[in-house]
Nanobody
Framework: VQLQASGGGLVQSGGSLRLSCAAS????????IAWFRQAPGLEREFVAS????????YYADSVKGRFTISRDNAKNTVYLQMNSLKPEDTAIYYC???????????????????WGQGTQVTVSS
């Protein structure tokens, strides 16, 4: 599975962005997909994940109620809609696919074996 994230940019506090994660590979629709982020000087952290079918999602507490993860398996794409953005959301955002097929969404980084290149999100105050 190869992944490519896009959609990042510069936005003011309170604004919105939608990230996309386009995938290639026949097993995409069988894999849980997650978004992680890494701010300067900090470790990479979990943001959100979605079940292979799209029927279940899981969010970090810091983004609950503001971010929404979704997927379109017909387009081999996962989205992250980010609303009410805050300066602390500034980071490089990565999408990742679980190493295994047909597993539940989690926030454990070690479970994700396929990574995209990241897209920069900058939120100004």
């Amino acid at each position: 599975v190869q992944l490519q994230a896009s959609g990042g940019g510069l936005v003011q506090s309170g604004g919105s962005l939608r990230l996309s994660c386009a995938a290639s590979g026949r097993t995409f629709s069988s894999r849980t997909i997650a978004w992680f982020r890494q701010a300067p000087g900090l470790e990479r952290e979990f943001v959100a994940s979605i079940l292979w079918s799209g029927g279940r999602t899981y969010y970090a507490d810091s983004v609950k109620g503001r971010f929404t993860i979704s997927r379109d398996n017909a387009k081999n794409t996962v989205y992250l809609q980010m609303n009410s953005l805050k300066p602390e959301d500034t980071a490089i955002y990565y999408c990742a696919a679980n190493r295994n097929v047909y597993v539940l969404p989690t926030g454990r980084e070690s479970e994700y074996g396929y990574w995209g290149q990241g897209t920069q999100v900058t939120v100004s105050s």
